[in-house]
């Protein structure tokens, strides 16, 4: 069967987060209804990770199997016209049959959103921040995450694998079009179960003044998940891209 | 009594536009009775100018007056707990007492938010174009809106007021943060009623070849409303700063 590569987009707020759970409404299971219907075969959804609940993304990919001469352009319409408002398939594409979105992605980028203002647009995906943090300071901070290192200390089921090694290659906070408004960028060839959330709650302890910013050295040394600062909450934060060999790098 | 600025940020959707009117929930009322509350106090609000229903914001900028030693930064921090979620306070100052958020604003500038791509994210402000316009030749359109002449042509109440010359000093399509995702730009000292929607609805159907660039002389010299496009939907729109003397400019 001809094997499809698919970009989806979804506002997670109120879902329980990408994989399918028996009774509770997941991206996943939203995607492989949407896909029955329009090809009237049930249709299994490879992505290329989990997100936990309330966590949005941009940028996640999935591959899954079509009947033969499945238009594409055609598909991603239809989906979109099932679909709930708060998923939208962003473009469907003929992959390799031997394409796998997990297996084969090789850098991951999320992004993490807070405001130095209060927010009444997008506030789904923002956090507001009270006082503002020190940015260049944190920012100091953020550079040091970026390293092959084991990241257990960031890991929130320390049970989950074996291999806690990630290649850190890009952390850093970045002011948005809109003055006040920033995002925190961070990519690595694979993050841990809540890696994210809590790099960016121990940055936010450190650019509050609540923690020294040579702290972060002990912390991953330390691989013991105590030593970090809480996770930030899930709503911050967007699986932004996912890169494959080829493509052009986030 | 002291007179307070302040900048206030919503999601218009839902709501019947900026200005109060009977019966219907308003932005302007939904703060007068958030101030009130705050200030034991009827408090009259004064906005730079309306915004139509469905209309957002994230720099509307008001005046309004105070009791003697009101604390700007405390009021914030009530106000932000009274207003309903799409409504925020970005920030309250003290003001001169002669300051008129309308009267002495000498540059508005809005967005108008669209998107190559279905959106699930932050729907609520963005459209969604099928298929995506050219950018380029809209660009070039766009540029020739810039300048000091009648708007006549893209003001939708043609009886609104007799003079309808504005100045624009910039119109612009640029690319966000986020490849696929565009806004389009534009300053005027003035706005006329239903103007940007006016010319968004123009530019659109200049970028997808339904009209000739070189049209908006045209329709710029009929002062005919009628020779311009349809209005884009309102949901695109955000009223993104209003700049008074002294500020640094949009």
Redesign the interface.
């Known amino acids: 069967m001809p094997r499809f590569k698919a970009t989806v987009?979804?506002?997670g707020t109120g879902w329980h987060g990408w994989q399918t759970q028996a009774g509770v409404p997941t991206i996943q299971e939203s995607l492989e209804q949407a896909l029955a219907t329009a090809l009237r075969t049930p249709t299994p959804v490879v992505g290329s990770g989990r997100t936990d609940a309330g966590v949005?993304a941009?940028g996640q990919v999935v591959h899954f199997d079509v009947p033969p001469s499945t238009d594409p352009v055609r598909l991603?319409g239809q989906l979109?016209g099932i679909l709930p408002?708060?998923?939208?398939?962003?473009?469907v594409a003929p992959a390799d049959e031997s394409f796998h979105a997990r297996f084969d992605a090789v850098l991951r980028t999320y992004h993490y959103h807070v405001s130095e203002?209060?927010?009444?647009?997008?506030?789904?995906?923002r956090l507001h921040l009270r006082p503002a943090p020190d940015w260049e300071h944190m920012n100091r901070a953020a550079s040091r995450l970026v390293r092959t290192a084991d990241f257990s200390a960031f890991c929130r089921t320390q049970a989950e694998t074996t291999n806690r090694v990630c290649a850190v290659s890009q952390a850093a906070w970045e002011e948005?079009?809109?003055p006040?408004q920033w995002r925190f960028r961070v990519s690595a060839d694979r993050f841990l179960h809540g890696m994210v959330r809590a790099m960016v709650g121990t940055l936010l302890e450190i650019g509050s003044g609540r923690r020294p910013a040579d702290d972060l050295e002990r912390i991953l040394e330390s691989r013991d998940r105590r030593e970090a600062g809480p996770a930030a909450p899930a709503r911050g934060l967007?699986l932004a891209r996912v890169d494959y060999p080829g493509s052009k790098g986030a």
């Open positions: 987009e979804y506002d949005h941009i991603a979109n408002r708060s998923v939208a398939v962003r473009d203002h209060p927010v009444a647009i997008g506030r789904s995906t948005e079009s809109q006040g967007v």
